[in-house]
C-alpha cells in the first residue's frame, strides 16, 4: 500500500503560506489538507474558500478541504468555485446521502468524516457513496492533540467491513499522527495520513513527511 500525506496547513505559519505550500510541496507531500472551521461545529474558527482560491494557483497538488463547519451544503459550491479537489464533510453535521452526491456534482472528490466519539456504524451506509472516508484521530477543533487510541481500532474496523463488502475506499486519518505512531495508523488500514504539528514544526519538512512514510 502507498501511503499518501497530507500536511496540515492548521499548522502552518499563515503569514507566509504560500511560501509554506510551496515548501511542503518540495519536501515530498501529495495533499495539502486544509481545516475548515466555523466556531459553531468546532470551538475554533480558521480559513474559507477565499483563502483556498488564493492558494490554488500555489501548488499541483490536490487541495484536500475538511469541512468541520454546521450547515455544509450551503458552502460546498463555493469551495469548488475557490479551487477545492477534495471535500470531506462530516457524518455528525448532515445528511451525507444528499451531500456526497452533491460534492462529486461540483467535479470533487466526496469523503465522509467521523468523529472519534461517534460509532463506525453511522458511517456505514455511505461508505458506497464516497470517494475516500476521513477518520479523525482527536476531536476536531485544534492541531497539536494527544491521538485518540481507540480511533485506531475504528480505522481497523471500517477498513474490514470495507473489504468484506468489497467497497474499495481509501482511509484517511486526520489528528496526532507522528513519528512515533504512524506505522500503527497505518497497519490499520488508513492510507493517507493527515499531519499538521509533525511536519510544519520539524525543521527540515523532507524529514518530517519521509518519517511518516515509514
Ligand atoms: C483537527 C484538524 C487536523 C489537525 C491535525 O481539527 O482536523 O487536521 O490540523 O493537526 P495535528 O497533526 O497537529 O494533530
Ligand atoms: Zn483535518
Same mark, same amino acid.
Given at each position: @500500500?502507498?501511503?499518501?500525506?497530507?500536511?496540515? *496547513?492548521?499548522?502552518?505559519?499563515?503569514?507566509?503560506?504560500?511560501?509554506?505550500?510551496?515548501?511542503?510541496?518540495?519536501?515530498?507531500?501529495?495533499?495539502?489538507?486544509?481545516?475548515? @472551521?466555523? +466556531?459553531?461545529?468546532?470551538?475554533?474558527?480558521?480559513?474559507? #474558500? /477565499?483563502?483556498?482560491?488564493? *492558494?490554488? /494557483?500555489?501548488?499541483?497538488?490536490?487541495?484536500?478541504?475538511?469541512? @468541520? *463547519?454546521?450547515?455544509?451544503?450551503?458552502?460546498?459550491?463555493?469551495?469548488?468555485?475557490?479551487? =477545492?479537489?477534495?471535500?470531506?464533510?462530516?457524518?455528525?453535521? &448532515?445528511?451525507?446521502?444528499?451531500?456526497?452526491?452533491? $460534492?462529486?456534482?461540483?467535479? &470533487?472528490?466526496?469523503?465522509?468524516? *467521523?468523529?472519534? /466519539?461517534? #460509532?463506525?456504524?453511522?458511517?456505514? /451506509?455511505?461508505?458506497?457513496?464516497?470517494?475516500?472516508?476521513?477518520? @479523525?484521530?482527536?476531536?476536531? +477543533?485544534?492541531? !497539536?492533540?494527544?491521538? %485518540?487510541?481507540? &480511533?485506531?481500532?475504528?480505522?481497523?474496523? %471500517?477498513?474490514?467491513?470495507?473489504?468484506?463488502?468489497?467497497?474499495?475506499? #481509501?482511509?484517511?486519518?486526520? !489528528?496526532? %499522527?507522528?513519528?512515533?505512531?504512524?506505522?500503527?495508523?497505518? =497497519?490499520? !488500514?488508513?492510507?493517507?495520513?493527515?499531519? +499538521?504539528?509533525?511536519?510544519?514544526?520539524?525543521?527540515?519538512?523532507?524529514?518530517? $513527511?519521509?518519517?511518516?512514510?515509514?
Amino acid at each position: @500500500m502507498t501511503i499518501k500525506t497530507a500536511p496540515s *496547513i492548521l499548522s502552518a505559519d499563515f503569514a507566509r503560506l504560500g511560501h509554506e505550500i510551496e515548501a511542503v510541496e518540495k519536501a515530498g507531500a501529495d495533499v495539502i489538507h486544509v481545516d475548515v @472551521m466555523d +466556531g459553531h461545529f468546532v470551538p475554533n474558527i480558521t480559513i474559507g #474558500p /477565499p483563502v483556498v482560491a488564493k *492558494i490554488r /494557483p500555489i501548488t499541483k497538488l490536490p487541495l484536500d478541504c475538511h469541512l @468541520m *463547519i454546521e450547515n455544509p451544503e450551503r458552502y460546498i459550491g463555493a469551495f469548488a468555485k475557490a479551487g =477545492a479537489d477534495w471535500i470531506s464533510v462530516h457524518v455528525e453535521a &448532515c445528511d451525507l446521502s444528499q451531500l456526497l452526491p452533491a $460534492i462529486k456534482a461540483l467535479g &470533487c472528490k466526496a469523503g465522509c468524516v *467521523i468523529n472519534p /466519539p461517534t #460509532p463506525v456504524e453511522k458511517i456505514l /451506509p455511505y461508505l458506497p457513496l464516497a470517494d475516500y472516508v476521513l477518520v @479523525m484521530t482527536v476531536n476536531p +477543533g485544534f492541531g !497539536g492533540q494527544k491521538l %485518540i487510541e481507540g &480511533c485506531i481500532d475504528k480505522i481497523a474496523a %471500517i477498513h474490514s467491513i470495507a473489504k468484506e463488502r468489497n467497497i474499495r475506499i #481509501p482511509i484517511e486519518a486526520d !489528528g496526532g %499522527i507522528g513519528p512515533a505512531n504512524v506505522s500503527r495508523v497505518t =497497519a490499520a !488500514g488508513a492510507e493517507i495520513i493527515v499531519a +499538521g504539528s509533525a511536519v510544519f514544526e520539524a525543521e527540515d519538512y523532507t524529514k518530517a $513527511i519521509e518519517a511518516l512514510r515509514k
